[in-house]
């Protein structure tokens, strides 16, 4: 979608994706269980366990943000990132009174990427899979991604349904991804998406950046098999939900962005990394 045609809004999901209630949740308990069944029926995350250990090592930097006073597992996808068998900065600042892409500047400006070959983006209130990283880059490079994120487990909160997790699918090509929770850049986008925007809540920047990757020809995608949990915190609950829709409209006035319609399917599924 260029600059000169387009539609209010039409770059966001519609939907917060937020799953509460019981019936909501007994059909996410139940999606997600069929997910894992037909994953261990075929030896998946074994197998690729034994595969993404024997990949190239890699170096990664890895950059968080969290809020002070509130509920947080921060620390545990640290110490999750830092089991992986790659080479792994972790650095991390508390959110104060900015935005989360002016904090994430000020990491970066103290830990410059160049020479790491990804740079992850990881929220305060997600919960990472067992042996995450090196399955996550394994599958990012062998399926030649520029952008990418884990699949969202279906009792997570995700505003687009596309980045929740499909049973059988290692890996979806997608026309967009989002900045969070968790996401990730190979370096090859670095010249062109950092530094970050100065925003705070960041809403629209992903629709932007899978346009960018459209001109490019950057291949993007969702890895099914790390999903990931994001669920700790109503989403928004920290900022003013207007602000944001209203700072994304700002943002994506003069700048191509993929509409929400356009993202919805998948470009090409993956069920196997061989």
Known sequence: MTAGARHADDWASGTSGQVHGMRATSRALVADAVCDLTAWSRLTPWL????????PRRRVLALGVERAGVPNILGAARRELLRSHHEVRFAATFAGNRGKFQNLNDLLAANPPVGWDWLLLVDDDVALPTAFLDVFVFLAERFGL???????????????GVTRRRPGAV??????TEIGPVCALRSITFDELLPFPPLRAGWGLDSHWSAIARERGWRQGVIDATPMRHGLRRIASSYSREAAMAEARSFLAQRPYVRASDARRPLAVHRSWR
């Open 48 to 55: 690729l366990v034994r595969a993404a250990r024997a990949w």
């Open 171 to 176: 890996v979806r090509e997608t026309a967009f």
């Open 146 to 160: 520029a952008l990418a994120q884990p699949a969202h487990r279906w009792r997570s909160h995700a505003a687009y």
